[in-house]
């Protein structure tokens, strides 16, 4: 099968299963006849709007013609949801892509802090055992309490260390990376994370970097929380190309205008920082001293 091919079927395959979405939605007891019609209007509609994405490939094909890309995104109890969605949002504006959110088990992850309810679980879609061996792009995303907790945690451990050297890109965002650095994957890397916590990565032998992205080598990682989808565009541009990462931003209308300039540390009013400052001065003794227990237990 031509790889163009095989866009175009991936494409109606994606709109396919939309299109039976809502058809089965409108179709549900109770909608009678007036919810049949309006799946069979909805249906058309459907169809119509696949088929214009269809003939845009066929005209575009400097958009398709890139080979598929396998994306392990590890997903655990206590991440920030913010640093899987911005990157996933962007990996899943891919047209070739096979996304695993990976974790031990298919359990949902409660990405909550401890105490408090969870509003958005994630399932997992692959366990640790079922990954593929091979991965474009191994992602780590992080998240307080959940970053410390995975730090020690070995099944975690063993996962990206078997992981790592058969993985195109090994990256993460925000306190992910302290993940990736327990494990041995940054040493002697330049890496970023949170700015309150990044200086910390040289406990675990890396090489603190204030990047919102930083790339060494075949290590990526993007700073703290936002920083995921500027991350995520960069690794769509190592992928297929940096037309097709822009064209990407434009689908998300990513153009941000932050009503503040106080998005870094040097930016922001002292008064803001020094609060930050105070909130996080627990977290960075405790991320300290879990680093040097793991780097001398190496």
């Known amino acids: 099968m031509q790889r163009r091919d095989f866009h175009r079927l991936s494409v109606a395959a994606i709109f396919g299963g939309l299109l039976a979405r809502q058809a089965s939605a ?11 019609a309006a799946a069979t209007r909805n249906q058309r509609d459907i169809a119509s709007s696949t088929q214009a994405h269809l003939d845009a490939i066929g005209r575009h094909e400097a958009f398709t013609s890139f080979p598929k890309a396998t994306i392990g995104l590890v997903v655990y109890p206590g991440m920030f949801v913010q640093d899987l969605v ?5 990996f899943e504006a891919l047209l070739n892509r096979e996304i695993h959110l990976l974790w ?5 992850v409660d990405n909550a802090q401890p105490g408090t309810p969870t509003l958005l679980p994630v399932t997992p879609t692959t366990p640790f055992d079922a990954c593929p ?5 191994l992602f780590v995303p ?20 078997r992981m790592a050297p058969n993985s195109r890109y090994v990256t993460s965002v925000c306190t992910g990376s302290f993940i990736l650095g327990a494990a041995g994957l940054l040493e002697g890397y330049r890496a970023a994370s949170y700015w309150a916590v ?6 675990l032998g890396a090489i603190p970097s204030d990047e919102r992205v930083c790339v060494d080598r075949n290590r990526i990682t993007g700073g703290g929380v936002t920083a995921g989808i500027d991350f995520g565009l960069k ?32 930016t922001a009013p002292a008064e803001a920082r ?6 996080f001065a627990g977290l960075r003794e405790s991320t300290t001293a879990i680093a040097r227990r793991v780097r001398a237990g190496a």
């Not at 020094?274 to 909130?279: N, V």
Request: no cysteine.
């Open 86 to 90: 911005g990157p996933l949002t962007v």
């Open 133 to 137: 061996e091979r991965l474009d792009v």
């Open 142 to 161: 992080g998240g307080v309490p959940g970053t410390l907790a995975m730090m020690e945690d070995p099944d975690m451990m063993a996962f990206l260390k």
């Open 198 to 203: 990044a200086d910390l990565l040289s406990e």
């Open 26 to 36: 409108h179709h549900a007891p109770g909608h009678g006849a007036g919810g049949t």
């Open 235 to 266: 690794i769509a541009a190592d992928l297929t190309s940096p037309l097709y990462a822009q064209a990407i931003q434009l689908y998300l209308e990513y153009a941000p205008a932050p009503p503040y300039d106080a998005g870094r540390p040097e």
């Open 104 to 108: 031990k088990d298919r359990t949902p």
């Open 274 to 279: 020094e609060f930050l400052e105070g909130m």
